[in-house]
């Protein structure tokens, strides 16, 4: 599994670009990481795009374990899944479900186009974090 990380600053979005095989284990490392990252700097929206993922083998105890963390973007900033795949996208959906009330702001689209529209981003402008 790789992941790549970037930043546009001109539209506020932090994106994480995941491709291969994903897991619970990675994706609770990611979500950790997206946590220390809002932690140490100013709020912003994100996009978690899982369009390379080829694999997902996640179980519903990683499930539960997210959903009972408390966000990592804070309130009032969109944060995005952009899942093709309709096994991972029915699962999201069902994150989303029920997360609704602490996350209001998650929303789970098929594509990073749609991600974009719903940010009314027009250029994207991403650079990789350092």
């Avoid at 809002?38 to 997902?56: E, K, Q, Y």
């Avoid at 966000?71 to 991972?88: C, E, H, Q, T």
């Amino acid at each position: 599994m790789a992941m790549v990380v970037d930043f546009d600053a001109r539209n506020n979005v932090l994106r994480a670009t995941l491709t291969g095989s994903m897991t619970g284990a990675i994706l609770l490392d990611f979500y950790a990481q997206a946590a220390d990252y809002m932690a140490s700097h100013p709020p912003c929206r994100g996009i978690l795009d899982f369009s390379g993922v080829t694999d997902f083998e996640f179980s519903s105890e990683a499930i539960r374990k997210i959903a009972a963390s408390p966000p990592a973007f804070p309130k009032g900033y969109m944060r995005i899944l952009v899942i093709p795949r309709d096994f991972i996208f029915g699962m999201a959906r069902m994150f989303q479900m029920i997360t609704e009330k602490t996350r209001p702001e998650l929303q789970v689209v098929r594509t990073l186009q749609d991600a974009y529209l719903l940010l009314k981003v027009e250029t994207p402008d991403f650079h990789p974090i350092a």
